[in-house]
């Protein structure tokens, strides 16, 4: 279990339900022993905890099988919760302009704890490459640009107790683990207005990120995301000023409501 997720859980089983569903979610479909092992428990006490599931709709046995696998109960409630979400309404608009404009994938997301969450995405019309991001995963903040655009915001004491709440690890040779060095590319975020994810979360894709002042507290931000072949020096100056555009065109629209 990583840092931020060590506190133990005050109700056991809650922890063994949800767990049994983020793994069947990443997994797809798996046999009792797959989630047992998952799980770290005996085949009885996991099965239990599927059988409570399946009785609620979550998760499903397939009857020639055996497998479990959720059902798209789950996708009713994501849909439930992203509906009451105004901000994406407002801000989607403005996203597919950039999308169209740079032919490049767009992410939307929110800061929760230490991890940036997806919670929203324009795919590229114009390329065959697919992000592999998608709406709900999160990463840790300090390994994306719009994390790093969000901490760019927040003052040295908020920035160290997020960094303190990760499990600090180089995903790819990359990526930025010494704290010091952290804070010396939140300067350079702050002279520039945008913040740049060079490989540092996924080998062979750059992001140029930005945070938006839609809220009272560092949030929201959004980003293009873009292989590296298609993004050399000449292009991130490109990117970056239809980003701080972008980034504009979207503070304003809240500053008017």
């Not at 770290?40 to 609620?56: C, D, G, I, P, Y």
């Not at 996924?202 to 929201?220: F, H, K, M, N, Q």
């Amino acid at each position: 279990m990583e840092q931020e997720q060590a506190k133990q859980n005050p109700i056991q089983v809650a922890g063994r339900l949800f767990g049994a569903l983020e793994y069947l979610a990443e997994a797809g479909a798996s046999p009792l022993a797959d989630v047992a092992e998952h799980l770290e428990l005996n085949k009885s006490t996991t099965h239990r905890v599927l059988a409570s599931l399946q009785f609620m709709g979550y998760v499903r046995q397939d009857a020639a099988t055996g497998r479990y696998e959720d059902t798209f109960r789950l996708v009713d409630l994501a849909e439930k919760v992203t509906a009451k979400v105004d901000v994406i309404r407002t801000v989607r608009p403005v996203l597919e302009q950039l999308m169209m404009k740079t032919g490049e994938t767009i992410h939307f997301v929110r800061l929760e704890d230490a991890d940036i969450v997806y919670i929203d995405k324009v795919e590229s019309d114009r390329n065959n490459v697919r992000m592999v991001s998608r709406i709900g995963s999160r990463i840790p903040f300090y390994r994306s640009a719009v994390g790093k655009a969000l901490a760019a915001e927040m003052t040295a004491d908020e920035v160290r107790r997020l960094w303190d709440q990760c499990t600090i690890e180089r995903k790819t040779p990359y990526t930025i683990t010494n704290f010091e060095d952290f804070q010396e590319s939140l300067e350079e975020i702050r002279r520039k207005g945008y913040a740049l994810d060079n490989e540092e979360n996924e080998t062979g894709v750059r992001c140029i990120g930005a945070s938006l002042s839609i809220s009272d507290r560092p949030e929201y931000a959004f980003s293009i995301s873009v292989p590296i072949t298609r993004m050399d020096n000449d292009r991130i100056r490109d990117l970056s000023g239809d980003v701080l555009r972008a980034r504009e065109t979207i503070n304003s629209l809240f500053r008017s409501e």
